[in-house]
């Protein structure tokens, strides 16, 4: 049984709720070989939350952020984003869904690497239909936002890892989605540069009210999230929701 001081899924998934799962599971294999990566989660992630899901390797917290963002098919259960069943959508139903509510951000920065800093914050809108004078003003404030107001011309490879890591921030916020969901945002960073990105997601998500949630090891990521989602062999171990 799921730890008693869980957050259960609400009856009504429009009620004050950006994000729900329901009874949520992901197996591989069969037989003797099958392999429970989630079982049977069930959580609720309210407005403005900063959230951490942790746990050792293997404990599912990767694969969760994968099916709460509609990046892998679950193997039983449900998942909502503003009352709307991802679970049920596929092809491209999906694909335009997860474009126009779901920012990602990977540890692995996931830029497209002949387009400048500005295009691919911009890519993401471009295809949503956005104006163009619209789309050139929410990139320069949101690269003005992340400290980047002078390296929109550069190309990825022009910029540093905690550069390119902004940039990803920044294109994950700036088609204004429901939620962010960010794997393992500072694998790839040294100390000091994870802490000072962690510092402006944190200041972006009070300040503009973003909904974020990680799914992390790091320690500092850990120390700055609002709620502890802790994962042990694919179910809620403990939820531990902070002042």
Not at 121 to 139: H, N, T
Not at 162 to 168: L, M, P
Not at 187 to 211: C, F, K, P, V, Y
Not at 217 to 230: G, N, V
């Amino acid at each position: 049984m799921q730890a008693s001081i869980q957050r259960k899924a609400s009856a009504d998934p429009t009620a004050d709720v950006v994000f729900e799962t329901r009874e949520l599971s992901r197996h591989y294999g069969s037989g003797d070989t099958l392999v429970k990566a989630l079982d049977q989660v069930s959580l609720t992630i309210a407005p403005r939350e900063f959230t951490a899901i942790v746990g050792p390797s293997g404990s599912g917290k990767s694969t969760l952020l994968q099916l709460m963002g509609g990046l892998e098919a679950p193997t039983a259960g449900e998942v909502y984003l503003r009352g709307q069943a991802i679970s049920a959508m596929s092809g491209r139903d999906l694909s335009d869904f997860r474009r126009d509510h779901i920012g990602f951000i990977f540890q692995a920065y996931n830029l497209i690497p002949v387009l400048t800093a500005a295009e691919n914050c911009e890519y993401i809108m471009l295809l949503q239909g956005v104006p163009k004078a619209e789309r050139q003003a929410r990139v320069d404030s949101m690269l003005n936002r992340v400290g980047l107001s002078g390296k929109a011309d550069r190309r990825p490879a022009q910029l540093s890892g905690g550069q390119q890591q902004r940039v990803a921030v920044a294109r994950a916020m700036v088609s204004q989605p429901d939620i962010i969901l960010a794997d393992e945002p500072t694998a790839n960073l040294d100390s000091q540069t994870g802490s000072d990105l962690l510092d402006m997601m944190h200041e972006l998500n009070r300040r503009e009210g973003m909904t974020f949630v990680f799914s992390t090891h790091d320690p500092m990521i850990m120390e700055r999230a609002s709620r502890l989602i802790q994962l042990r062999d694919g179910r809620i171990e403990s939820d531990e929701v902070r002042a």
